[in-house]
């Protein structure tokens, strides 16, 4: 036989009762008969504002509004954060060489390359475009590439590219920073 040891602190309740909530106006438990539609209906709200602004604008005395609105004029602008971007991207992760394309081929090369490096994560890559100088006509895929790569800038395809040696004049190449 086993002796039991004996606690000298007494037994603890099995429950807790719940605790009343303190505030303005008590918390309403919904049942299954509740109508959600008629309780959230605009009828029903006429003491909450009418938008998200009013509501912000009660809620917050000026002087946090104006201090929150301070703030948020300091944070960087897009501009700022793109560059930051760019600055803290890795060199290229990846590149395709359009030598010897023609230009309907390295168009549609290059989105595919691009589609295929942003379902892989990668942050930069490099678009080898060549610099011309072996083409009767001159610099063709240039021009072209940089015209599809300013259609994928403004729709956010990709978040900016730069020619390599900061010039197309000077370079064969582009670098692509992806989103």
């Known amino acids: 036989m086993h002796k039991q040891k004996r606690s000298s602190r007494p037994p603890e309740p ?10 303005k106006q008590p918390i309403r438990t919904l049942s299954a008969r509740d109508d959600l539609d008629a309780l959230f209906s605009h009828d029903q709200k006429k003491d909450f504002p009418d938008s998200f ?9 000026a002087t946090t509004l104006a201090e929150i609105l301070t703030e948020k004029e300091e944070q960087p602008t897009p501009a ?6 760019i600055k803290n991207s890795p060199p290229p992760q990846d ?5 010897g394309c023609t230009a309907s081929e390295a168009e549609t090369k290059t989105e595919n ?8 994560h ?6 080898i475009t ?19 790569l300013k259609i994928m800038k403004n729709n956010g395809s990709i978040l900016a590219y730069i020619w390599e040696k900061k010039s197309p004049e ?4 582009l670098l692509v920073y992806l989103p």
């Open 113 to 120: 390359f691009l589609a295929r490096s942003r379902r892989n």
């Open 130 to 148: 060549g610099k011309g100088l072996h083409s009767p006509e001159g610099s063709v895929l240039k021009d072209v590439i940089e015209t599809r």
């Open 95 to 99: 590149r395709i060489d359009l030598h």
């Open 122 to 127: 990668l942050k930069t890559v490099m678009v």
């Open 170 to 173: 000077k370079s064969g190449a």
């Open 80 to 85: 700022q954060s793109l560059q930051v971007a």
């Open 14 to 23: 099995s429950a807790t009762p719940p605790r009343k909530k303190t505030g």
């Open 53 to 61: 602004a009013s509501a912000l604008a009660t809620a917050i005395p």
